[in-house]
């Protein structure tokens, strides 16, 4: 049977960093995984990723590590019974825990991604010429 692994010190200090949280804990089981940031202003955050479903969950600090756990356990179960999460289970678990999309998962815009965007490209053109 499979278990929880924790693979947080897999990342650098540097990866565990991301804009302004992080990264306290990153856990996998088979094709699930759950990670959790913490945020010194605003609300901790909850990434969690089973197969097609991915998405995060904002919660309080004070209840961060007992909310991580209890997705934990449901992405689990369902992962033990189903193999693959059901469009049922995607709809409950994402209206129980208020699912988001991140907003940077296809594209980030923040100044230095930009920067280096525009740095790339420069480049690109460079060579064509």
Not at 37 to 45: A, H, K, V, Y
Not at 49 to 63: K, L, P
Not at 102 to 115: K, R, S, V
């Amino acid at each position: 049977m499979s278990e929880w692994v924790d693979v947080t010190e897999s990342f650098s200090e540097k990866a565990r960093h991301y804009k302004n949280l992080y990264m306290e804990i990153n856990e996998v089981y088979d094709i699930l995984e759950v990670s959790l940031f913490s945020c010194l202003e605003g609300p901790f955050e909850i990434y969690f990723s089973y197969d097609i479903f991915y998405g995060i969950i904002y919660v309080e600090a004070a209840t961060a590590h007992e909310k991580r756990n209890e997705i934990k356990k449901e992405l689990e179960m369902e992962y033990l019974k189903n193999k693959q999460p059901t469009s049922d289970f995607i709809n409950d678990f994402a209206k129980k825990y208020d699912v988001r999309m991140p907003a940077d998962i296809f594209f980030d815009l923040t100044l230095e991604n930009l920067l280096d965007i525009t740095s790339r490209q420069r480049a690109f053109t460079e060579t064509d010429v």
